[in-house]
């Protein structure tokens, strides 16, 4: 890592030397142990990494992009001819910079602070956790399969660019997931959730993952047993987390500038309109508490809170330098890429909704009958961003009756337009939460980053709810 960081601003003088008129050197080393049981049996005891130098460079109006795993003085040609030369392959005519010469790069650094080093921790130890865990649940009433999993990622990069960033990062993600399945007659039900700390395996030994799996377990028998819900419109009050997978999947994809140009956004020429209540504000912010930490981008640019939705009312979309030249915007710290194997795209950091002021109990008052959408063990389902359309498979949730939470629903999914959920949004709670996890992340084009999501629990007024 050292040694090539010593590299990067050679190969960086080196690529302007030789035509490029921008160009960014990214250099990272990326570590991820992972540790599995599945029914009691070792499924995966691992440990990964990805390490290298990746140089983009910008010629006329193209952008190309190479990258290597092993790089040394004499490989500095290769690398930034191979670059120009894509670029040179894609060139579109124009001699223009894709880069605005008011772009300024970032200067700074951010380590996650810790206490215990994980991979200082010994193996036996993690494992017998994991076992532990998986094994205890095996035993419980109900349950049929148990997957249970450890997971743990640093992740060192350094940037410089020729709009003169400098930045250096350094996160350090750590937690355990658990999936249950449980059978109850011919009822089979699957409940899983995870959790996820930024920092070192001292949060692994203060949480009470017992109770954690075990709820878990709980959860997934008593939704073998409950019935399902009736099919139509109801007044609903939706998680947090929840509230933040809906975020993320179907207006956050929206809101990013490559699906913005290119057509594939509901929310394209909609700037200074309004599409939601006026009670949702909704911001991407690197540094939340909670979510994955993006203090800069990976074009080097300072990740700030950016406002996508304020009071309602459309204000902005996320960029990286290349999409906020094509929309006449300014670049919002959103560029970001899985590795050095791949160039950067526009993706969603930590997307949010921000906390009203109501209380969480007061969201149920006055609902004669109703559902209380729950996020935990949310599965899948499909999203058209261009259209603003979705559906979804939510947790296991509630029958409300007279503003009181009464019985347990399954196989609950939902399903509508995004811009007509947010502007039936009647009341927004104080209870902000955000996570984020380091067993999965947002997918998009072959690449998967870490992000976060959340937000606060509302109450819409109509919503589709139906079941599986």
């Given at each position: 890592m050292e040694y090539l960081v010593d590299l990067a601003e050679k190969i960086l003088n080196e690529a302007l030397n030789r035509g490029a008129q921008d160009a960014i050197v990214r250099v990272q080393e990326k570590v991820y142990e992972s540790i599995v049981f599945d029914n009691g049996i070792l499924r995966v005891c691992s440990i990964s990494r990805v390490s290298g130098l990746g140089l983009t460079v910008f010629v006329g109006g193209s952008v190309g992009y190479s990258y290597?795993?092993?790089?040394?003085?004499?490989?500095?040609?290769?690398?930034?001819?191979?670059?120009?030369?894509?670029?040179?392959?894609l060139?579109?005519?124009?001699?223009?910079?894709?880069?605005?010469?008011?772009?300024?790069?970032?200067?700074?650094?951010?380590?996650?602070?810790?206490?215990?080093?994980?991979?200082?921790?010994?193996?036996?130890?993690?494992?017998?956790?994991?076992?532990?865990?998986?094994?205890?649940?095996?035993?419980?009433?109900?349950?049929?399969s148990a997957f249970t999993r450890y997971g743990c990622e640093i992740d060192r990069k350094y940037i410089?660019?020729?709009?003169?960033?400098?930045?250096?990062?350094?996160?350090?993600?750590?937690?355990?997931?658990?999936?249950?399945?449980?059978?109850?007659?011919?009822?089979?039900?699957?409940?899983?959730?995870?959790?996820?700390?930024?920092?070192?395996?001292?949060?692994?030994?203060?949480?009470?993952?017992?109770?954690?799996?075990?709820?878990?377990?709980?959860?997934?028998?008593?939704?073998?047993?409950?019935?399902?819900?009736?099919?139509?419109?109801?007044?609903?009050?939706?998680?947090?987390?929840?509230v933040g997978l809906l975020l993320h999947e179907a207006f956050g994809h929206a809101s990013e500038g490559d699906a913005v140009y290119s057509d594939l956004s509901v929310l394209k020429g909609r700037l200074g309109q309004v599409v939601a209540s006026e009670k949702v504000t909704i911001v991407d912010d690197g540094m939340v508490s909670g979510g994955y930490p993006v203090p800069f981008d990976d074009d080097?640019?300072?990740?700030?809170?950016?406002?996508?939705?304020?009071?309602?009312?459309?204000?902005?979309?996320?960029?990286?330098?290349?999409?906020?030249?094509k929309l006449g915007q300014i670049p919002t710290g959103n560029a970001r890429a899985q590795d050095i194997t791949f160039n950067t795209i526009v993706r969603q950091t930590n997307f949010y909704m921000l906390p009203g002021d109501a209380k969480v109990e007061e969201l149920f008052e006055g609902i004669d009958y109703g559902v209380y959408l729950k996020g935990r063990g949310a599965g899948g389902g499909q999203v058209n961003p261009a259209l603003g359309t979705f559906t979804f498979g939510v947790g296991p949730s509630y029958i409300i009756r007279k503003g009181e939470i009464g019985e347990l629903v399954r196989s609950v999914i939902v399903s509508g337009n995004i811009l007509e959920v947010l502007k039936n949004v009647d009341m927004v709670a104080n209870d902000l939460n955000v996570s984020t996890s380091v067993f999965g992340g947002c997918g998009k084009m072959g690449q998967m980053v870490r992000v976060g999501d959340g937000g606060p629990h509302i109450r819409v007024k109509k919503l589709v709810v139906g079941t599986r």
């Open positions: 290597a795993s092993i790089v040394d003085r004499d490989s500095i040609p290769k690398i930034v001819d191979e670059a120009i030369t894509v670029a040179k392959a060139e579109y005519g124009s001699e223009k910079r894709l880069v605005c010469e008011e772009v300024k790069g970032a200067r700074g650094s951010y380590r996650t602070e810790f206490k215990v080093n994980p991979f200082d921790v010994d193996l036996e130890t993690k494992v017998k956790l994991v076992s532990n865990l998986n094994n205890e649940s095996m035993k419980k009433e109900g349950i049929v410089v660019s020729s709009f003169y960033s400098k930045v250096q990062v350094e996160v350090v993600a750590i937690g355990l997931s658990h999936l249950a399945v449980a059978r109850y007659g011919d009822i089979v039900e699957r409940v899983g959730d995870q959790k996820t700390f930024i920092g070192g395996y001292e949060f692994i030994e203060k949480f009470d993952w017992s109770s954690f799996v075990n709820e878990i377990n709980d959860l997934a028998y008593k939704a073998s047993q409950a019935s399902t819900i009736t099919p139509g419109v109801y007044q609903a009050v939706v998680d947090n987390e929840l080097g640019i300072e990740k700030k809170v950016t406002y996508i939705v304020k009071n309602g009312v459309l204000v902005g979309y996320l960029n990286s330098i290349v999409t906020a030249k």
